[in-house]
């Protein structure tokens, strides 16, 4: 599929059907995003004409069962991730923050009511989800969240107020879910919970976040709330406290260690040709043992990396989600894509600064795929918890 030389290819460990979403979703992504993502990246636009055909695809809502969803398994789901990731990393969280973020809490957590109002418009692509967690004191701590729902009475609507920051899709969402800590009636332990909040409700404004240097063609922003009224209908029934959050972003670091490999593969291919072409000295840059070092590290990092991710994703299709597997997944993915990245901008040379040339779009994005949903060192505090029996956050 790659037509790249890995050694421990994937391909023939996919069914028919995976190869053929798989070349699909390569098709499209080549055909739409590449010939735009440049321009998008530079203006520091999404693209938000793609969402209808986005949609076409099934890359919304991709693994979920019913209500015009896709339902694709975890793998064809991955090689989706793979053939956004290898465009731009931006593109692919718009699509992972609207399946994975937005749809799966509420097919996962929402009634019926919910489910039936919101997921079909999502699967369109007619509606824009956000995931609001993350707020400006509390980023890998999540338990420390401040924005707060109350209710005035037991049975009753609720009232927001918060600050979510460092929010993808929030400038242009329909919905948003956001977690606030609220008290139950009659406990006096706050306990997380979701709400499903509305463009339009009085007192919430989302204001765009500006001058990222990464992550460009992906809209992220504020979502501020300021004594927003909530209808109780709009509380996520099935799930209270951090596992609700959490349990989606376990969804989407999954499509992250797929996803990172697209752009991993895209910087390693990129390098290759470029020091297939480039001679100094009277010789391809290829030539060289140093280069070849690095193109043997890129192609090992990458065949492992895939290999990984197809192994967690089987494991998905048999019904086992081990969190810190994911974790494993996430962490090693992303930060062997960036440094692949960064390997693959140096061995460019001054054309590598270049936006022609890609690899520093790359290098740029990764560095925040590295950070967001359980930054590398988080990770591996996951890791070491798992090893030890010890928190060590
Ligand atoms: C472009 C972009 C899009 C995003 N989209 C979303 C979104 O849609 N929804 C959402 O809710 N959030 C989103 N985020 C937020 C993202 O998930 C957070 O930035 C991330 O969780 C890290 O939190 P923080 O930025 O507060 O960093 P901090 O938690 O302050 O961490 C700063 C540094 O300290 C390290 N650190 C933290 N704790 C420890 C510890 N105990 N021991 C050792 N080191 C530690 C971290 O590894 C990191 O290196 C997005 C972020 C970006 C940049």
Redesign the pocket.
């Known amino acids: 599929m790659t037509g790249t030389p890995y050694l421990l290819s994937i391909d023939h460990l996919l069914s028919e059907e995976e190869r053929l979403v798989w070349k699909s979703a390569r098709d499209f992504c080549e055909r739409r995003i590449a010939p735009v993502i440049e321009k998008h990246y530079e203006h520091a636009t999404f693209p938000r004409d793609l969402i209808p055909e986005f949609a076409e695809m099934g890359f919304l809502g991709a693994t979920l069962q019913g209500y015009g969803c896709a339902g694709m398994g975890p793998v064809a789901y991955g090689l989706t991730m793979i053939e956004l990731e290898r465009q731009d990393s931006g593109i692919r969280?718009f699509c992972s923050?609207q399946s994975a973020?937005a749809m799966y809490p509420i097919h996962a957590f929402g009634d019926e009511a919910q489910r039936e109002r919101w997921l079909p418009g999502m699967a369109r692509g007619e509606v824009i989800g956000?995931?609001?967690?993350?707020e400006p004191n509390?980023?890998?701590?999540p338990g420390s969240m401040r924005t707060h729902a109350r209710q005035h009475e037991a049975g009753g609507d609720y009232v927001l107020s918060g600050q979510?920051f460092?929010?993808?899709?929030s400038p242009i969402a329909d919905v948003m879910i956001v977690w606030a800590r609220t008290l139950e009636h009659g406990s006096d332990t706050p306990v997380v919970r979701g709400f499903l909040v509305e463009r339009g409700m009085a007192g919430l404004s989302t204001p765009e976040t500006k001058g990222?240097l990464?992550?460009r063609a992906?809209m992220?922003g504020e979502i501020v709330l300021d004594e927003v009224k909530v209808p109780k209908a709009n509380l996520l029934p099935g799930v209270s406290g951090l596992k609700g959050p959490l349990s989606c972003l376990t969804q989407a670091r999954y499509g992250i260690g797929w996803g990172t490999m697209g752009a991993a593969e895209a910087c390693f291919a990129a390098a290759r040709s470029y020091t297939l072409d480039r001679k100094q000295f009277g010789r391809p840059l290829a030539a060289t043992q140093l280069v070849q070092l690095k193109l043997a590290n890129m192609v090992t990092e990458i065949s492992l990396g895939l290999q990984a991710a197809l192994r967690v994703g089987r494991r998905l299709e048999a019904g086992h989600l081990i969190p810190e597997s994911i974790s494993l997944l996430k962490r090693n993915n992303c930060g062997k894509a960036l440094d692949i990245a960064r390997v693959a901008r140096d061995m460019h040379g001054g054309n590598g600064i270049s936006a022609e040339y890609q690899v520093m779009r790359h290098a740029q994005n990764l560095e925040?795929v590295n950070?967001?949903?359980?930054?590398?060192?988080?990770h591996a505090?996951i890791l070491g918890r798992a090893i030890t029996g010890i928190p060590a956050?």
């Open positions: 969280s923050v973020l956000a995931f609001g967690l993350t509390s980023g890998s701590d979510k460092w929010i993808t899709n990222k990464s992550l992906s992220t925040t950070t967001y949903e359980g930054t590398h060192d988080v505090l956050f």
